[in-house]
């Protein structure tokens, strides 16, 4: 069992301090939302670029640059992750 406890939302003014595997995203865009935890940027390989838009694509069903809609809200945020076992 894994429960992580999330950071307050920051909103995220520039891409460039999107950090993958330290931040998690949420996007909110066109009435639909997505969220990735911090981890899965790791899991994947992904880079900035590829976690917003797979966020966009995977999880709210959305073309990959829908995160740079001018009514989109892109929010940053860390997690601290609690395992059993403490593993």
């Known amino acids: 069992m894994e429960i992580s406890l999330l950071s307050r939302l920051q909103p995220m003014s ?17 009435g639909r939302s997505g969220c990735f935890l911090p981890k899965v940027a790791n899991e994947y ?6 976690l917003l838009e797979a966020c966009c694509t995977m999880k709210m069903g959305l073309p990959a640059d829908a995160w740079r809609r001018p009514d989109a809200s ?7 992750v609690f395992r059993e076992g403490g593993t």
């Open 45 to 50: 390989h992904w880079s900035a670029q590829d």
């Open 74 to 80: 892109v929010q940053i945020f860390t997690a601290e």
């Open 14 to 30: 520039d891409p460039g301090g999107l950090i993958p595997g330290v931040h998690g995203i949420r996007i909110e865009a066109c």
